[in-house]
Every structure is written in structure tokens, then in C-alpha cells.
Nanobody, 123 residues
Framework: QVQLVESGGGLVQAGGSLRLSCAASGRTFSNYAMGWFRQAPGKEREFVARISRSSIRTDYADSVKGRFTISRNNAKNTVYLQMNSLKFEDTAVYYC????????????????WGQGTQVTVSS
């Protein structure tokens, strides 16, 4: 079992920045690929970014590419999502997730989820 706790969400004006953190406990953090997903009201949960176990590889949704950066610190059991140039359409609940056996791109690939943190961008 892996427990994930997100933090860092809040209210920010368009063009601003936020940094989300996701602290993991339980199993060895470095054994898991990590991802960030988001879900806006009335919409499906969507992929935002992912990072491989050793940080060698990262991938982003087209909608956030060039604005968001995913990173991880395996010594601190934490994954981050730096969000810059935020837009109104980035408003959503953001979830981090852990993938024990692959480098997942969709929700179904991930085994453990945090409770989510709300990000609200005012226009």
C-alpha cells in the first residue's frame, strides 16, 4: 500500500503560479512511476503529467506543455507539479497517483491515488 497526500492547491489569478506537492508513505517510493491528473466539474478525469521512477522521463498533456513541470525527490518521497502561467481552464481538483508496474498514461494504469487538492484560477 502507498498513501498519497496532496497539498499546495488554492486560489490564484490567471497568469499566476502554484506548486503542488504529493507526499508518499508506505512502500518504496522510487519503485513507482508517478502521475498527476485533474478533474474539472462535469468533466472526466484527465492526464496532466507523469514522471518515471528515476526521473529520466517526463511527459505532459498538450494543454499544459511548456507551463507545467513535474519533478520528484525520491529521498523525500515527494512528487511535485510546478504550474506557471495558469489559465482559467486549469481550474480543477488535482490528484497525484502511483503506478507500480508501468509508466501509465491513463487513470486505469495507476494503483494508488491521493484525495486531491483544489486549484482555482480566477480570470
Amino acid at each position: 500500500q502507498v498513501q498519497l497526500v496532496e497539498s499546495g492547491g488554492g486560489l490564484v489569478q490567471a497568469g499566476g503560479s502554484l506548486r503542488l506537492s504529493c507526499a508518499a508513505s508506505g512502500r518504496t517510493f522510487s519503485n513507482y512511476a508517478m502521475g498527476w491528473f485533474r478533474q474539472a466539474p462535469g468533466k472526466e478525469r484527465e492526464f496532466v503529467a507523469r514522471i518515471s521512477r528515476s526521473s529520466i522521463r517526463t511527459d505532459y498533456a498538450d494543454s499544459v506543455k511548456g507551463r507545467f513541470t513535474i519533478s520528484r525527490n525520491n529521498a523525500k518521497n515527494t512528487v511535485y507539479l510546478q504550474m506557471n502561467s495558469l489559465k482559467f481552464e486549469d481550474t480543477a481538483v488535482y490528484y497525484c497517483a502511483a503506478d507500480k508496474s508501468s509508466y501509465g498514461l491513463v487513470s486505469a494504469d495507476y494503483d494508488y491515488w491521493g484525495q486531491g487538492t483544489q486549484v482555482t484560477v480566477s480570470s
